[in-house]
């Protein structure tokens, strides 16, 4: 059956074709991998990019991570430049955010060069968070690096498989490093069989509709995103706003951003030096941030290629924060990437009511826990981000417990296969009723979670902001609640923390995860009486407070 | 032995109560076939029902074996029609409800909306009392706060009571305790507790279950004691079965108790059709698609045998999470992409077709009742493809003009005429159900090329040739009667029950006799069900899947366990099953350990389905079921003289060749040119593609 090449049907099913490719790796993905930070929670993203290494279509997973494996790529495409060096059946690895990698040596990104008629028409990427690329901690992240050979095994953009044969020694090496070799072994073979499933479809769309009529799909759609863009681009109010925001550990982040017609510019070069601490962030972790609030605020709907991302501009400083110079840790880089998407919504909200709703509890609160299983002696890891309140809306409360702007179609652990598969008890898994977050909208809920923990010499680490300053409010609203972790000893004693590190954990002692009310919009008083005499009902506020914020019913 | 068995299922839809009856004749074999139509009554749906028995003539006291399929569960869901329930939980996770998973699929909005629980916070409630994953109890159920519990749901109208506990997947004493309790202190009450439903772990996913079950069980037993007693009042002397969603059906009591499990029972009865159909005419592995007024549901079977799974959501899609519904449904693809699906350009000058669908009303532009939006009907009958003389069986007149001025709408925003419009409508529509077919086949490691089309419902067999091309399947079989298919799927179906356990096990030695255990324990089970129905022991045929996975993973690949006994002996050999099948699946497999993470059980009993009969060739040609030529666009082939049949006159050898088109009463089928046809002895559409 021949058709016409570049007829609009035909290349919008292709466009399809290209979507429906990277749901079908992601849910290959997701059913094989072993960890449990990738299959339950979601921690990955799968994708397509054209043979530059540009983004054609991005398939499902964190949003955090459609941004990355089109930078990854590139690397690989520059650093195998001669003839014969990428070949049919080869994969390609890369881990390192000074090699392509965008976030930390947890997330390896596999990519697989597609041969169509004796060239490459195509990559197909994914990423995902690996539970342990060894380093000087179990997990491989801990707030005590002061370099970045101590987070974990640096894969620097490297063949792991030639003409479809795995490199065993670089396999053995990859194995030999982790805490948990069989995990990381059966984590990276699903990422193989994902990147492969993909490629066989996108040789087969080729060869069906020719490789002309796919090449020039892909780019149409990529013109396609940036007039998309362009378009949504015209509807914002345009100026230059500006935003500074002191953090939890005493920096202060600065912010412009310039709208205009053509483009959405980002400065960050005004902020301060990179840290010792694992506290900093690529620049393209940076771009990846820039792309998230600018797709939002634009088209929140069409798949996310490099065109809808062409109007984005960004300026950062080398050797800062927001552009980290080798070899400093990056670790928690997912927590400055946070704060500064953040930082670009808050600045932007009060210009845009309509668009952004007031601050969510916007930390990853990634909290790791491990030791031994008391039923089956084996080595457990428990990886986890948290679920929080988001801010209100404008006309309507904001959603409780629900992941960070960073994740997406992530997934708790159920309480019944975390008892088991962990050996630890949850005790319980509530909504937080702190005060926090009222308005005439109020914040959705944070939650409340007790781990107690079956056996002695676990570790405690985690790494949670917003633990000092809660979420920002909107329109005379209450700020939201603090995010932070209580560890409640055995005897009774607490302590509470925000950033911890391989804090060591016995029998009965129990971990409390608590995680913040996002922020309220508009005056309290003006809430709505019925709402008020629900939140009463339902145990969200006492009569006593209630009659205190909203003024008396 | 009587002269005559009489079989009659009856299907109650948003719009119509459908009735098909066959009378089969002991001495000559044959089945008289007798269909009915009567509008849908709500909220008295029951009278619908009796309304379609009389107005087909059906003597009830004649009838050997009624089924009867009804969406009331699913209504109730998504009208929110149901009852005002009272949630009680284990301490500590009464907002296991509302917490629910935390995931965002519509991640780049930052105005998502989360699902509102069913069960506001003041209704749930909390009593001590834990168990372990292993069934242990590590703390006594404390039931002293009980009777204050129910007091406050007496004062707060509560109409039902839901019961979910952690663990009780493991151990079902803790809720058996308060479910008996809770029947004793207040006997009105419909109360449900979890372990009734499912014994597989998540506890959110089966709260969930568990609320939604009580949510509309008033309703449902409502309805169907009605719907008995209307029954029996008409002189019907057996018990009526109900169409489940795992392609069974069951007792109207067993139903009664658990009514949740029919939430999908509609497309259930299509895809067991399909897998009736094709143990009939020799095709064990089928890809079934059933294409509607609103949405195309498909479905894959393997080796004669259905899916069932337990992983089933309502309301999800791309922009929102939905409420998951822990019971056995068929597994299915459904895509808002039917005949009334509406085509549209975005500001981009891109052409769309669905979800949003014109309904029944205003419907497609053609119906002439005031739609004035272009949708896959209009864009069929425009290509020629829909008889313009003989839309919906004769019943409506065509309103072309209506359909010209919409489809040339379209083609003014695409810059183009009606003609283009119309076959980029089609072709986007066939792309979007290519892409559903991909779920089922390619994407669950099954190659489309080794299957059999089966496609029904109005809208199958005006598309299947076109979708088999896409994806390689060199056969497509359009059923006898294809727009009462899920009907007679309904008659085909055994009183059938998928148990779901979830048992944790190394697959070592050792391992074995715990194995049995579980499946023998479930079987004995099963069988007390059945004996309390008056079906023996003997009659029930049982087949064991086992769930596995390696160690560390937490999805699972199921695994069909045959020969009987499970022992030590027979591991190795089910652990090479499982390689097999996973590496069929993944593409590779891992030389690590095996863990068996549960069991499902399937247990079935044949009461009294249908016996087809085979006719022999008439001799007669096709030639005399001809009734015209017309020009056809077949979009990718272009124009074409196409010959017209009359699908009624079609009788079984006969032979014909596309470009043709067969049309039926409620459906067209669209053959395309080089395809070649035959007719089979059931009057079934046989249609082979020559690529």
Not at chain 1, 126 to 145: F, K, Q, R
Not at chain 1, 340 to 355: F, G, T
Not at chain 2, 85 to 104: C, P, Q, S, Y
Not at chain 2, 461 to 470: D, I, K
């Amino acid at each position: 059956m021949t058709t016409t090449i570049n007829d609009p049907i035909t290349l919008e099913i292709i466009q399809n074709s290209l979507q429906a490719t990277a749901d079908e790796m992601f849910a290959a993905m997701r059913k094989t991998a072993m960890s449990s930070i990738i299959y339950e929670v979601l921690d990955m993203g799968t994708g397509i990019t054209d043979a530059g290494g540009r983004l054609a279509s991005s398939g499902a997973g964190i949003p955090a991570f459609i941004g990355v494996l089109d930078k990854a790529t590139k690397v690989i495409v520059k650093k195998f430049d001669k003839p014969g060096d990428i070949e049919p059946g080869d994969v390609f690895a890369t881990n390192d955010p000074y090699y392509g990698g965008v976030t930390h040596l947890n997330d390896i990104i596999v990519a697989m060069p597609v041969f169509a008629g004796g060239r490459i028409i195509a990559w197909t990427a994914n990423i995902a968070h690996n539970s342990d690329v060894g380093g000087m901690a179990p997990g491989s992240l801990t707030g005590e690096a002061t370099e970045i050979f101590q987070e974990g095994l640096r894969l620097p953009a490297i063949k792991i498989i030639s003409k479809g044969e795995p490199i065993s020694s670089v396999m053995d090496i990859i194995k030999v490093n982790s805490r948990m070799p069989d995990v990381l072994e059966g984590d990276v073979w699903a990422a193989i069989a994902s990147v492969r499933i993909g490629a066989r479809r996108l040789v087969d769309l080729a060869e069906k509709y020719g490789i002309g009529t796919f090449e020039s799909a892909v780019s149409s759609f990529m013109d396609f995103g940036e007039e998309v863009s362009l378009k949504a681009l015209a509807d914002l109010p345009k100026g230059t706003f500006e935003l500074s925001e002191e953090q939890d550990d005493g920096r202060i982040f600065n912010v412009k951003i310039t709208i205009s017609d053509t483009e959405f510019l980002v400065d960050l070069r005004s902020n301060p030096d990179q840290s010792n601490s694992p506290v900093n962030t690529s620049r393209d972790g940076v771009i990846v941030a820039a792309q998230m609030i600018f797709k939002s605020l634009t088209d929140a709907y069409s798949p996310a290629n490099e065109g809808s991302f062409r109007p984005i501009r960004l300026l950062t400083r080398p050797g800062s924060v927001f552009e980290v110079k080798e070899p400093a840790p990056i670790g928690f880089y997912y927590e400055i990437e946070l704060r500064v998407y953040d930082l670009m919504w808050r600045c932007l909200a009060k210009h845009m009511p309509d668009r952004l709703a007031a601050g969510h509890f916007a930390s990853v609160c990634g909290t790791f826990i491990g030791g031994i299983h008391p039923d089956t002696g084996r080595q457990y890891t428990i990886i986890e981000p948290q679920l929080g309140g988001w801010g209100a809306n404008r006309g309507r409360d904001g959603n409780s417990a629900i992941f960070c702007g960073f994740h997406g179609e992530t997934y708790n652990c159920p309480a019944e296969i975390n008892e088991a598969r962990n050996g630890l008890m949850v005790d319980r898994m509530e909504l937080n009723v702190e005060p926090g977050g009222e308005g005439k909208f109020t914040g959705g809920r944070g939650i409340v979670m007790d781990y107690r923990i079956r056996g002695d010499n676990g570790f405690l680490t985690a790494g949670y902001t917003r633990s000092k300053f809660p979420p920002w409010a909107l329109d005379g609203g209450r700020e939201g609640s603090p995010n932070y972790l209580q560890v409640i000893r055995k005897d009774g004693s607490s302590e509470n923390y925000s950033f911890v590190s391989g804090l060591t954990m016995n029998t009965d002692d129990v971990i409390r995860v608590v995680t913040g009310n996002g922020g309220g919009i508009g005056d309290p008083k003006q809430r709505d009486r019925a709402a008020i005499e629900e939140d009463i009902r339902n145990g969200l506020i006492t009569r006593e407070r209630a009659a205190e914020v909203y003024g008396p019913t | 032995m009587a002269e005559k068995t009489i079989r009659v299922a009856t299907d109650v839809g948003g719009t119509f109560t459908d009735l098909v009856s066959f009378e089969t004749d002991h001495g000559s074999g044959q089945s008289r076939i007798l269909t009915a139509k009567s509008d849908t009554t709500p909220p008295e749906f029951e009278r619908g029902v009796l309304n379609v028995l009389e107005k087909a003539g059906v003597d009830l006291k004649a009838v050997d074996f009624l089924v009867h399929g009804t969406t009331v569960v699913i209504n109730a869901l998504t009208e929110r029609k149901g009852a005002r329930v009272g949630l009680i939980a284990t301490e500590g996770f009464r907002d296991t409800l509302e917490i629910a998973r935390g995931n965002r699929p519509d991640f780049f909005n930052l105005h998502y909306e989360k699902p509102k629980p069913f069960v506001p916070r003041y209704l749930r409630r909390e009593l001590a009392g834990r168990m372990s994953y292993k069934g242990e109890e590590l703390k006594p159920l404390d039931l002293s706060g009980l009777p204050a519990i129910l007091d406050d749901f007496r004062a707060d109208g509560v109409e039902a009571v839901a019961i979910c506990f952690l663990h009780s997947y493991a151990n079902i004493s803790h809720e058996r305790a308060t479910l008996e309790q809770v029947q004793q202190l207040w006997p009105e009450v419909a109360v449900v507790a979890s372990h009734q439903i499912t014994r597989e772990w998540r506890e959110y996913e089966r709260t969930n279950t568990t609320v939604l079950s009580a949510y509309v069980q008033p309703t449902a037993e409502r309805y169907l004691s009605r719907l008995h007693q209307g029954l029996k009042a008409q002189g019907f002397t057996k018990s009526p079965y109900i169409m489940q969603s795992n392609c069974g059906v069951d007792s109207l009591e067993s139903v009664s108790r658990i009514p949740i499990t029919m939430v999908e029972s509609g497309p259930a009865s299509g895809f067991w059709g399909a897998a009736e159909l094709g143990k009939l005419i020799g095709e064990p592995n089928i890809i079934a698609l059933d294409i509607g007024g609103t949405t195309a549901k498909c479905s894959l079977i393997e080796n004669g045998e259905v899916k069932i799974k337990t992983d089933y959501w309502i309301e999800r899609d791309r922009t929102s999470a939905g409420y998951p519904i822990m019971v056995p449904v068929v597994d299915l693809v459904e895509i808002g992409n039917g005949g009334g699906s509406i085509a549209w350009v975005d500001d981009f000058a891109k052409l769309h077709v669905g979800p949003q669908s014109a309904g029944a009303v205003p419907g497609p532009a053609a119906y002439g009742r005031g739609g004035n939006q272009a949708t896959t009907t209009d864009a069929n009958l425009w290509l020629g493809r829909i008889n313009k003389d003989y839309f919906c069986g004769g019943e409506i007149v065509a309103d072309m003009k209506a359909a010209e001025t919409a489809i040339a709408a379209v083609g003014t925003r695409l810059d183009t005429d009606p003609d283009g419009a119309a076959r980029g409508i089609i072709r986007i529509a066939n792309n979007n159900m290519v892409n559903a077919l991909k779920l089922v086949s390619l994407n669950r490691g099954h190659d489309p090329r080794e299957f059999t089309l089966v496609a029904f419902g109005g809208g199958g067999g005006m598309h299947a040739v076109a979708l088999a091309h896409e994806l390689g399947v060199t056969k497509v079989v359009v059923p006898a009667a294809a727009a009462v298919f899920s009907a007679w799927g309904m008659m085909m179906s055994d009183l059938r029950r998928d148990y779901f356990v979830t048992r944790l096990a190394d697959l070592k030695p050792g391992a074995g006799a715990g194995i049995e255990h579980v499946f023998a324990e479930t079987e004995e089970h099963a069988r007390a069900q059945f004996a309390a129905e008056e079906i023996g022991a003997e009659k029930v045929r049982f087949l064991r899947y086992c769930k596995f996975r390696y160690q560390n993973q937490e999805h699972t690949t199921e695994v069909l366990i045959e020969g009987g006994e499970i022992a030590d002996g027979r591991l190795a050999d089910i652990a090479a099953a499982f390689h097999q099948t996973y590496e069929h699946e993944y593409t590779y497999r891992l030389d690590a350990p095996v863990e068996m993470v549960g069991i499902h059980l399937v247990a079935s009993a044949e009461v009294g389905k249908l016996t087809m009969s085979k006719r022999a060739a008439s001799g007669a040609v096709a030639a005399i079921a001809l009734k015209g030529r017309r020009e056809v666009d077949f979009a990718l082939e272009g124009v074409r003289m196409a010959d017209i049949y009359d699908g009624a006159l079609l009788e079984p050898g006969m032979r014909l060749v596309g470009p043709a088109i067969i049309e039926e009463s409620g459906a067209t089928t669209v053959v395309h040119p080089g395809n070649r046809v035959e007719i089979d002895g059931y009057q079934n559409i046989h249609i082979h593609l020559t690529a």
